[in-house]
């Protein structure tokens, strides 16, 4: 039996029950046979349909992956400027903060000198003032 006998069902044509021959009618052999293909070419028709709306969907769903990969891409420029932005805010205010801490050193040296300074000077003061004290008291017991 040929593949096409097989597929439309051609095989067995003349034969009925019981292995007896019934004649061939060809109008209602290539009726049942148009109905067959027609059959066939709707249901080709809609796997068409389908697989197109599926494809549609496929490349719709791809635009949008293509479209979020791109925003993505967008927003990891933007996060990677404001990086450097940060980045460079951050050496500024680190050499700010290194820059103060050196004006603080130095004054702190400057202070500490000062009050050494003043120690000194206090240390005259306290020791003329006791000085003055006595000779105060020195005057006030040469008056009695």
């Known amino acids: 039996m040929s593949m096409f006998n097989a597929k439309f069902g051609l095989g067995g044509l003349g034969k009925g029950l019981g292995g007896s021959r019934q004649p061939l009618d060809p109008a209602a052999e290539i009726s049942r046979l148009l ?16 697989v197109k709306a599926k494809q549609e ?5 791809y635009a949008a992956a293509v479209t979020a990969r791109e925003g993505a891409r967008c927003r990891l420029a933007e ?4 990086l450097a932005g940060v980045q460079a805010e951050e ?17 702190l040296e400057e202070v500490e000198a000062v ?29 009695k």
């Open 79 to 82: 996060a990677e400027a404001s």
């Open 91 to 107: 050496a500024h205010c680190s050499a700010e903060l290194e820059a103060g801490q050196t004006a603080n050193a130095r004054l």
């Open 57 to 61: 969907g496929a490349q719709q769903a």
């Open 115 to 143: 009050k050494a300074e003043l120690q000194g000077l206090t240390s005259e003061a306290d020791q003329a003032r006791h000085e003055f004290t006595d000779q105060v008291a020195q005057l006030m017991a040469e008056l």
């Open 35 to 50: 109905n067959q293909h027609t059959h066939h070419w709707m249901a080709l028709e809609k796997e068409i349909k389908d």
